[in-house]
Structure formats: C-alpha cells, structure tokens
C-alpha cells in the first residue's frame, strides 16, 4: 500500500514536470547501447555492425521510451498538460481566431444552458406546493361562451369558491361535488380529475367540467 | 525472423518485477543491460527478449521504492545507473515470491490434472 502510494506521488511528479525524468531516460538509453556495442565490438563486429546488433537487441528505442513514460507518468496528466499548451501556442499564434472560437463556444453553452434550464423549469420541475399535480384552472362561462379573457373568473366567483375552496384539492372536490356559483352563472370547471363530470352549482345553475388544463408554476 | 518470434517468450508485468527483484537480491546493484545480460545468461534457451522492455518494470519498482537507482561508472568507463535492491524490495520480493508459487503451482497441477 505505502508501495502504491509513493508510486502515484512519484507519477504524479513526472506529469507535472516530465523534463528530470526525460533527460534521465535519454541518458540511461545512451549509455545502455553504448555497453551493447561494447558488448558486439569485443567479439569482433566492426562500430557500425555493432551499433546495428545494440539497437536490433535493444528493441524500437522510441517504442520503449514510450512505454517507460507511460509508467513513470500518468499519461492523462501528461495529454492534458500537452493539449493545454498547444493551445496557448496556438492562442498565441491567432488571437483573433481563438476570441471568436472562445466567444461561440461560450456562446452555445450559454444557449444549451437557459435552453436546458427553461425545459426544466416548465416541464420536470415540481411545483412550488404541495400536491402541485392536484392544482387546477377553472374558467367561468356564460350560455356556453367563454369571457373577454380565456380561463378567467370574475372576483364574485372567485370569493364564492374561495369559501368553499382553500386550495387545489378542495376545488377539485369543489368541482366534483358541483359547489358552484352562488350567482346562478354557468361555471366550466376544468381538471382531469373532473373530467365527465356534471355538477350542479349551489344556485342551481349546472357546473360542467372541461377537459383539465394541469398548472404549472 | 518468424521463427524468432515464435520463441520469444511472452513475459508478464509482475513476473518481470519478481524476476528484477531477484536478480538484484542475489547479484547486488546492476545496471539495466547488466541485469538482461544475467537474465540471458540464467535461461536455458536463448532468452530473446529487447532489452527496452525492463525498462518500465526498473521504473515502476523505482517508483514503489522497492530499488533505488544511483549513477556511476562501470569497468569500460561508461556511465551507467546502477540499481539496487532495498529493505522494502527485499520484503516485496518475499511476499513476491510466495505469490508466484501459489499460481505457478495452481497451473501445474491443472496441466497435471488429466480429468
């Protein structure tokens, strides 16, 4: 375990500065080829033919130092701090073409953001009260033709019901008990949960219930 | 060169770290061409193995603490660095080593086992 961690510490090191352990790689592969020729020169091949042998036996000298980075560093830190700094190389290079990139970027996250926050808001977000889906709209009308301004009542109406009906669930037993209009108008009262019914004002006058329109906050 | 390949024996991450920790415990301190030479040397078929391939187990047995590389000078005057076995590598290599006999044996009564 202490193994494990003095070994994430030491990776961590190299991915942040990767030149200590680079120039020490590159020494140590040099002085590794340089025993291998040694080695082929003393049985009798000439530099270049022994240079050859050290580097046939060494194995792809790149591939290996490729292998070697990846277990000393943490190739993840090592990517990022390398795209990180292409990046500012290239800021550098085309300002003007990085502002706009990073304007249109911030730009489309901004629009994917309240675009996000909006469909949200209207469609997943719970309401504000409790039992929110039990919240309905009621529309007054009279001899069947709806007011100046769709789904409102008058106040008289409003109070009426009011009485009677403190909060959703109430008008919506309200609505199903056909507690009415004590004015005697026509009342549409609209809320899946009443949907079929036939109620009866309290004046007697019939209250119908429409097709429910769920609130939403 | 085909044939080569097919001789060339497959070694596994944590069977070279065992076979570095023991080459280091019984040898004492050795570079890393030192160290393939032995491991040629101590295979009774040629060992055809690229001797870049220790080099991420020398790392990673560096970076555990298991051994500690230092620079120095070897007879033909070449600089070369040195890696040595620690306490923590020495207690590594046994545990290391009770391992691979428990799986090594595993296997061998498996190919043993005839049905």
């Given at each position: 375990m202490a193994g494990q961690v003095k070994r994430l510490l030491a990776r961590l090191r190299n991915a942040l500065r990767p030149e200590l352990a680079e120039a020490d790689l590159t020494r140590e592969v040099a002085s590794h080829l340089g025993l291998l020729e040694d080695a082929y020169r003393a049985r009798g091949l000439s530099p270049a033919e022994a240079r050859l042998a050290a580097l046939r036996q060494f194995g792809p000298v790149e591939r290996v130092k490729s292998l070697q980075r990846d277990e000393r560093s943490l190739p993840w830190v090592d990517d990022a701090r390398q795209d990180v700094r292409e990046l500012v190389r290239a800021g550098l290079r085309r300002p003007w073409a990085t502002v706009s990139a990073a304007t249109l970027i911030a730009l489309a996250v901004a629009g994917t953001t309240t675009l996000g926050s909006v469909v949200y808001g209207v469609l997943f977000r719970p309401l504000?009260?409790?039992?929110?889906?039990?919240l309905i709209r009621i529309e007054e009308t009279r001899g069947g033709q709806r007011g100046r301004i769709p789904w409102t009542i008058s106040n008289a109406t409003y109070l009426a019901w009011m009485a009677k009906a403190e909060t959703g669930r109430s008008a919506r037993r309200l609505a199903r008990a056909g507690a009415g209009d004590p004015t005697g108008r026509r009342t549409r009262c609209s809320t899946r949960g009443c949907r079929g019914d036939h109620a009866v004002a309290d004046a007697g006058a019939p209250c119908h219930a429409g097709a429910g329109t769920p609130v939403r906050g | 060169m085909a044939s080569e390949r097919a001789g060339r024996i497959e070694v596994f991450q944590g069977t070279l770290d065992l076979i570095v920790l023991r080459a280091l415990s019984t040898m004492g301190p050795l570079h890393a061409y030192g160290l393939a030479a032995r491991l040629e040397r101590v295979a009774?078929?040629?060992?055809?193995?690229?001797?870049?391939?220790l080099y991420p187990a020398l790392v990673r047995l560096e970076q555990k603490g298991w051994i500690r590389g230092t620079w120095g000078r070897t007879d033909t005057n070449r600089e070369a660095k040195y890696y040595a076995i620690t306490k923590a590598g020495l207690r590594a290599l046994e545990s290391e080593t009770g391992r691979w006999r428990r799986l090594s044996g595993l296997v061998e009564r498996l190919l043993a086992d005839r049905g």
């Open positions: 504000a009260w409790p039992d929110g889906d039990s | 009774d078929d040629p060992f055809p193995l690229n001797q870049g391939t």
